[in-house]
């Protein structure tokens, strides 16, 4: 079963000279005094530890915050909705756990992800080809090379798209901070009540 934050927890993340914490409306990382080759060779280890489902050729954790802050700056570029990048990321981070989404196709999945979270959730009329050209843009792949591999990554979702609300809040309050556009949750979703939240 999926777990949001599996692959990079923001509550408790340690690395060999990095220890980032996560309090309750605080958040503070501590670095040593360490040479950028060190720090360099751990952004590129894989998420795998703890996690034998990932396969040897996993994305790295910087190429996977990479495309997550791409995401969210195509979804911010286009004025789509924050839980649809949040939604895309489930898809992608399923996608890693089930050994799809390797090194070599990491932008490609990434940004089939984000489209099939467009299409799936954006409750106003959006254009697809404009956004589908932001996406291309943003994540360096063709539009072509996008539209052909829909099906397939459909198919390795199992041709479900619904993502139940505990998988993809997480990675949508976590995005909501870093867009820092709006103070309060209430402020970014006014009085509709699409979405059930606590604060």
């Known amino acids: 079963m999926y777990r949001a934050g599996v692959l990079d927890d923001p509550g408790l993340q340690k690395g060999i000279h990095r220890a980032m914490a996560g309090l309750t409306e605080y ?25 034998s489902e990932i396969v040897a050729d996993s994305p790295t954790f910087e190429q996977i915050r990479r495309l997550r802050a791409y995401m969210l700056r195509v979804t911010r570029e286009q004025d789509l909705e924050l839980s649809t990048a949040a939604t895309g ?65 459909f198919a390795e979702l199992d041709f479900s798209l619904w993502v139940p609300c505990r998988e993809f809040m997480p990675h949508f309050l976590r995005m909501f901070e870093a ?19 606590k604060s």
Request: charged content about 25%; some cysteine; proline content about 1%.
């Open 89 to 153: 990321w489930v898809y992608f981070e399923k996608l890693i756990l089930k050994g799809y989404a390797v090194k070599d196709n990491r932008k490609l999945v990434a940004a089939v992800c984000l489209l099939l979270a467009l299409k799936i959730n954006e409750s106003r009329e959006v254009s697809i080809s404009r956004s589908l050209q932001a996406i291309q843009r943003r994540f360096e792949v063709s539009t072509n090379s996008i539209l052909d591999h829909e099906f397939s990554v």
């Open 179 to 197: 867009a820092g556009i709006h103070r309060t949750l209430s402020d970014y979703l006014g009085t509709s009540n699409f979405f059930t939240y």
């Open 27 to 51: 958040m503070g990382t501590i670095f040593d005094n360490v040479k950028t080759d060190d720090q360099r060779q751990e952004g590129s280890e894989r998420p795998r530890d703890g996690h």
